[in-house]
């Protein structure tokens, strides 16, 4: 029998809840070994987002990478993504006395210069590493930090976890709110973390190219930087081989002003793929092949 919708929801709003509750309960080596277990599972049984990784890695770097390469950026992608994810549900409950002592970051003085300016600052970042405890290690700090939420398709489980973001100290920001809230935010000297690697028509975008192919990259970070003075500083959190982890923060991305507003948008959007892109090579099984970068054509938008 197939269930419908509402019954699909049902089911994953009551077990949502009690999800979180059994793997906040669990020693974190115990919780960190069934999510790799449960991503290697997911890697193995999604044939189709195999297919996809290797595609997306041969379309970035052809022969450089062999085919056991490729397959061990796969395989290790899920494998920390599903540590990620187990991290992530412990934050609320764990993050002081647990994660915090297992993260080191570098870079933090370019996050502070930024916000010292008073403008705000705009975090620039990817579907990368943890990027959800990259927002709450600035809270941790004592910063006013934002996040931009797309609303979930149950809002029973949208509110469920904006709730669980709110207790780790984080704005919730929905992608349906006034953009007005994201400028009082940016006045008040807050940061707001962005994810600019991603091809979405939801977003406004510019063909530019990442990875050598042009791809449609969001752009409204670059355009409230412009209109509002915020800084953009990109930045990522990087799980280690151990399970601690790495934050790095690169220097503010500038343009000198050319009188042109695209073109302007345009230059500080590219910069902050070309500093996302360094990090992507770096750090190759951390990063979402399995999302087809390269969907849209600009022949298709013009």
């Known amino acids: 029998m197939r269930f419908s919708k509402k019954a699909k929801h049902d089911v994953a709003y009551f077990l949502a809840p009690r999800l979180f509750a059994l793997i906040s309960g669990l020693p974190r080596r115990l919780a960190l070994f069934l999510g790799a277990v449960l991503g290697l599972a997911a890697w193995r049984l999604s044939r189709r987002d195999r297919h996809r990784m290797t595609r997306h890695l041969t379309l970035v770097y052809g022969s450089s990478l062999s085919g056991a390469d490729k397959h061990n950026i796969g395989r290790d992608f899920f494998v920390n993504s599903g540590k990620n994810l187990v991290d992530v549900i412990r934050l609320k409950e764990h993050y002081r006395d647990e ?98 690697d991603i091809d979405s028509s939801r977003v406004r975008g510019m063909f530019m190219p990442v990875f050598g192919r042009l791809a449609q990259t969001p752009v409204g970070q670059s355009v409230l930087s412009l209109k509002t ?22 220097p503010e991305v500038t343009v000198q002003p050319s009188g042109d507003f695209d073109r302007d948008v345009y230059n500080l959007t590219l910069k902050c793929s070309r500093v996302l892109e360094s990090i992507i090579h770096e750090n190759k099984s951390q990063w979402i092949w399995i999302h087809n970068r390269w969907c849209a054509r600009p022949q298709e938008t013009a």
């Open 99 to 196: 994660i915090k002592p297992l993260v080191k970051v570098d870079g933090l003085e370019h996050i502070d210069r930024a916000h010292e300016k008073g403008h705000g600052v705009i975090g620039v970042t990817g579907h990368i590493g943890n990027f959800e405890l990259l927002a709450v290690f600035l809270a941790e700090l004592g910063y006013h930090v934002a996040v931009i939420g797309r609303e979930m398709y149950d809002p029973r489980m949208d509110r469920f976890l904006v709730e669980n973001r709110e207790a780790l100290g984080l704005a919730n920001i929905a992608t349906t709110d006034s953009p007005r809230r994201l400028v009082e935010w940016l006045k008040d000297g807050g940061i707001v973390g962005v994810l600019i």
């Open 229 to 250: 003075g915020a800084a953009l500083v990109p930045g990522a959190c990087l799980r280690n081989a151990d399970n601690t982890y790495r934050i790095t923060f690169k």
